[in-house]
């Protein structure tokens, strides 16, 4: 068992000792706040209308309890997973998020390297700071996904997924979740609008004079208007199914009747998420509906849950409940605020030792070994 | 899908810029605590005894859970609704609330314009500041409807209803939850009485000798308690539904028993209502027994529902649970109080806006589209 | 309807005008906690252990859900009752408490008188600062009772019936749930005795020798020590039953199986009571066994609820349950503090008001119109 | 009934009169607060997480609701009963934790002692500060139990059984929870090292070379990490089982499943215990899962309960739910730092005096009255 964070690591990348005072997820969000502008870490922070479900996605987790079981051979625990083929260290994976760069200049750069050297799947958001190929060079050996929002020409659409099965990254995540943009009223108050470039844009070709790729912004805004799309509807699902082999996955489920119809029109794996709250108030924290959509899944793809996690545990619960990853967005982007890929290190090595001791402590050497019994 | 606030209307109007920085109905009503008297602002804002239901009101929207559908097509979502008869631009109306005038020198003309440029209709109390004609000739092609109480003297009561008619209001609602006046603490501790004119009242040669017009703090009260009738029974429906062909919509009904008799007797619309908790206390939320009137009119009338929608998802969700209109009180004398005409405008701005977004992301185009697998 | 604070009379008797201020039962506390000393405010507040069932006795009404009903004619409100074969004028009975002259020198004679004004019954307890006598003289006509400790010497509980008896007594309440003193560590911090004068022993021949009527600090203990009775069982209630005609009401029940021994040894009454939170912390609220009570005693004697009511409203709840009769405590000794008699006068002015409008608001115009769908 | 604390024996061994203002457990944390170093309150009030569990462990007590009986002769209250075939004063037992001198000088000499004046047992710890011959010389008639890690080489474990046995303790009870260290956050932001002396291991040949007694910081918990076993499994239960004829009591068992296989396995009781919330977060408390325990041990083993209990009430509501014993922990820790001995002594007076009164205040003159109607 590897109970102890690799302190040393950290520390040496970390001048100034912030890191080295975080023992916990949330911890890295007050040096995030000190790091980035108030707007930025307002964009990042916020949820929808009234922040009822922000809360929710977190508090969701804290309700479920655990039943541990004791005296089983915990000497060697593996917190090691298969997911979507992949071996990974832990079943984790950073969640897609818009522009990186906002809470440190080695953006998605320095995410993905972490990622790769914690084992973990890093998800590559359209939106990014740095392009997809910029990211797969840095991060050759990482596992890496592509999220895409489909543009309204669907021929640009399509080059993403090309560009990203040519880069290496081994799935497409469709965010199905944004047919247009929840309404933030942080961002209102601010002013907030992505000024920040968008590296997938930036100096291609296809894009030339649709948008500009260092965006003002108003022009942030309107790109973002540009690439949601209000009339995306499941019959579509079969034609971006048919640009690319790579596996397919539906980000933004919360029912079962939508869970069904996405592994009739051919979903490898369904997240279920309400994409980090930032869209519809008061809807469930994920967790709560993901064993709804397991059911009705009823094991023809993988369910995921995105949303609210925080802790190791939470790994450990989702496993429970029937979802084999759970993905981790906003104590990311923290992290890397507070320390660049050192803060990632660090967030990934926290929950890594979290969930390895968790396992123990609920008497299982291995995540097979988790049973829906392990949870009340 | 009009997605963007009609900024550049508001703040035309708005020459201190207070209404550009309220983006949700709660936001004005800090900004009206500024600008009304202590004693006109507690007068609004508040409730019967303890007020534990003035609280829930609010509270019990928030416990709903929505279930959103992807992959729908809301490439253009319709907001709109058929409401007694009448299109309306979104399922909502302007409750019926006394004397506008605490709150505005425009009063019930600014609010009756503001609902008409929105397209939603307007309810004008019996007690209101402008007068029925007054109202009808600033909105003539507004929803106008009129609010009745019943005088001791029936005569009046019905002189009322022709008023309304003739001045060309599409419904009369009877309220039926004012057998006396509920205890309201903040008053009394205020002193407050009502000492704004009384519109429908003033030059009156039928109400001569009965009541003054700008009634002071006494009679004030005296006025109420004039316009009160205990002695109303349901035998009376027939009587006053008798007066008028326009619709007659029972306000204030919070059990299956209640809604049975009024559709019983002829009502064509119940107004799920507690009085905005002004009148009893430890009443249940209207939201939450929607769904028993809706089982209990079984279709026989519209249901609506009254009391603590502060969001355009109250729509969703009310419409979801069987209720075809939401009327919302506070929120509007406060916008009123913030902006006069302009800030009720801005109001129903962000209630339409956050109605066409909730719309989408739940997934339907129209509210014709909202299931009632669309609340948990 | 009577719906108009008594204000000139309250406030004739209130020559710093404090009473004027309180418009709900609650307000008299602030005003108590000046007037009394901190122990003997600590004493009258204070309840068992963690003070846990404190705040759910008053907090278990504010849960309860009213279904109010509309259009009955209420313009004449009755809220008379029948307690015990009295009339009263409202279902609601002063609960009896040890020493009103902490509170205000007038002591129970205030009460008593204040109670008989508001024709309500006073109960008062075997520990009152004034006697039987006195109690009697200055409230001749009021309904009295009066709550009975068992002494360890038989006779001198029987003389103390045969007091009660011949002074006009109505009932005798004997209590049931002090078989020894609770731990009210408020007391204990405090260093609190109780140092007042006793009026049920001052100068009587029987107690020569047992106890000091102005007992010191330690005596006052011993004295109540003396009182309790931790070997009174059932088979002593048919003993006491036969000492007096008068009803025997037994208070501090909160259980079924308690109650139908009750009745099945003779009870006219029961007390669902926790003795105010001040004897055993972690009990049910009284409201919330109230329908088990009931269900057990099936009829055969008065089921009254004593702990946590504040508001007429409660009256209204107590009844739909099932209980006829309310006793009201703490507030009682808060209004003594005060204002003296005029202080009760107000407080009780204030439970009669809210009582009536709750009748008329929930559409019964007397309490026997109220049912158990009253209440949801 | 000895209802009064035995104030002046408290107060002669209190010089600073701390100890006589205290009325409840909680009351020694403030004051072990200020006499302990930071880290070392931290690491005796700290739990593992967010401490989800921690609060949990105390409030699960507190939603239990007793439902008392009158009217039973409790003029004689008795609070023993036989717990493991021994007769103790109530049905209450220190439970094992390390270093007490971490709290005072005394360490587990005091507790020891004060355990044996009350009647109740004192589990030593094998992390004891004091040895188990010191701790058996100072308390040779006190009740002693002897908490058992397993080091890894099993030789050892077994030493320590048969000094425990020869030092006449009367029972090994076998923590199996611990596989590996929860994570304690507060420890790890103080940089806290238990570097204290290990009373077991000093001096002793057989840790020659192993240990430190005086470990460093680091070799603190490298000592710990040395105890615990996560290899440790159900098959090795028969062999420890061999080692002596002391009953066996295995601590740390959250699951009927585990129950069935503890007794399966010849454990003669059972703590329900999820290690002072200081291993795993957000699994249930304690008392919330003894009815499920007990139901599965069907009368094969004792089942008693540890974790958050604070209040002599509470062993009555364990006794009714099955639970025939409470281990109490850090109360015990704060009363030793508050005042030693005599501060251990008050504790201990405290909780009797609360378990007596509850007795006789729930109808119940011995434990053995009470029943599981005793709670609703």
Not at 114 to 135: K, N, Q
Not at 151 to 166: K, P
């Amino acid at each position: 068992v590897r109970v102890t964070l690799t302190d040393a690591l950290a520390t040496a990348r970390d001048p100034d000792a912030r890191l080295a005072s975080t023992f916990r997820l949330q911890e890295f969000e007050a040096i995030a706040r000190e790091r980035m502008t108030p707007a930025a870490f307002d964009y990042v922070a916020g949820g929808a209308g009234d922040e009822t479900s922000l809360g929710e996605n977190v508090a969701a987790w804290r309700r479920r309890i655990l039943r541990p079981r004791v005296l089983v051979d915990v000497s060697t625990v593996d917190s090691s997973a298969t997911v979507l083929g992949s071996r990974v260290a832990m079943p984790l994976a950073i969640a897609p998020m818009a522009s990186h760069g906002l809470a440190h200049p080695d953006a998605e750069v320095a995410v993905a390297r972490a990622a790769a050297t914690a084992g973990v799947p890093f998800t590559l958001s359209t939106m990014s700071t740095r392009s997809i190929e910029e990211v797969a060079a840095a991060a050759p050996d990482g596992i890496r996904w592509f999220q895409l929002y489909i543009q309204e020409d669907r021929g640009l659409a399509r080059a993403f997924t090309e560009r990203a099965a040519a880069a290496g990254y081994r799935a497409i995540v469709l965010t199905v979740d944004l047919p247009v943009l929840g309404i933030r009223e942080r961002d209102r108050r601010r002013g907030f609008t992505l000024d920040v470039p968008l590296g997938n844009f930036a100096g291609r070709t296809e894009f030339a004079g649709r948008t500009d790729p260092k965006a003002s912004a108003t022009d942030g805004y309107a790109m973002v208007a540009g690439v949601r799309e209000a009339s995306l509807v499941w019959a579509d699902i079969a034609t971006i199914r048919g640009w690319t082999d790579l596996p397919l996955v539906l980000k933004g489920i919360l029912t079962a009747e939508d869970a069904r119809l996405a592994v009739d029109h051919g979903a490898d794996a369904i997240v279920v998420s309400n994409h980090g709250a930032r869209q519809l108030d008061r809807v469930a924290a994920p967790i709560d509906v993901v064993e709804e959509v397991v059911a009705a899944v009823d094991g023809r793809a993988e369910v995921w849950v995105d949303g609210g996690a925080r802790r190791g545990i939470d790994l450990v619960v989702a496993r429970a409940l029937g979802a084999s990853c759970v993905l981790i967005g906003r104590p990311i982007l923290w992290a890397l605020a507070a320390g660049g890929e050192a803060g990632v290190d660090r967030a990934l090595a926290i929950l890594r030792e979290e969930l390895e001791v968790a396992l123990a402590l609920v008497g299982a050497a291995t995540l097979s070994g988790i049973a829906r019994t392990h949870v009340g």
